[in-house]
C-alpha cells in the first residue's frame, strides 16, 4: 500500500507559476512510477505527466508540454509539478497517483490538491 499526499495548490494569475509536491508513504517509493492527473469542474479526469521509477522516462499531456515538469526525488519519497506559464484552463483538481499503469490507470491516487488561475 501507498499513501499519497498532495501539497502546493493555490490561486495564481494567469501567466504564474505553481510548485506541486507529493509525499509518499509505505510501500519503497523508489519502484514505482510516479503521475499527475487533474480534473477540471464538469470534466473527466485527464493524464497530466508521468515519470519512471528511475526518472529516466518522462511523458506528458500535449496540453501542458514545455510548461509543466515533473520530477522526483527517491531520497525524499517525493515526486513535483512545476507548473509555469499557467492559463486559466489549467484550473483542476490535480492528484498525485502511482504504479500500475501510469498513465492510465494507476494503482494509488492522492486525496488532490485545487489549483485555481485567474485571468
Known amino acids: 500500500q501507498v499513501q499519497l499526499v498532495e501539497s502546493g495548490g493555490g490561486l495564481v494569475q494567469a501567466g504564474g507559476s505553481l510548485r506541486l509536491s507529493c509525499a509518499a508513504s509505505?510501500?519503497?517509493?523508489?519502484?514505482?512510477?510516479m503521475g499527475w492527473f487533474r480534473q477540471a469542474p464538469g470534466k473527466e479526469r485527464e493524464f497530466v505527466a508521468s515519470?519512471?521509477?528511475?526518472?529516466?522516462?518522462?511523458y506528458y499531456a500535449d496540453s501542458v508540454k514545455g510548461r509543466f515538469t515533473i520530477s522526483r526525488d527517491n531520497a525524499k519519497s517525493t515526486v513535483y509539478l512545476q507548473m509555469n506559464s499557467l492559463k486559466p484552463g489549467d484550473t483542476a483538481v490535480y492528484y498525485c497517483?502511482?504504479?500500475?499503469?501510469?498513465?492510465?490507470?494507476?494503482?494509488?491516487w492522492g486525496q488532490g490538491t485545487q489549483v485555481t488561475v485567474s485571468s
Open positions: 497517483t502511482a504504479g500500475g499503469l501510469i498513465r492510465t490507470s494507476p494503482n494509488y
Open positions: 509505505g510501500r519503497t517509493f523508489a519502484g514505482y512510477p
Open positions: 515519470i519512471s521509477s528511475s526518472g529516466g522516462s518522462i
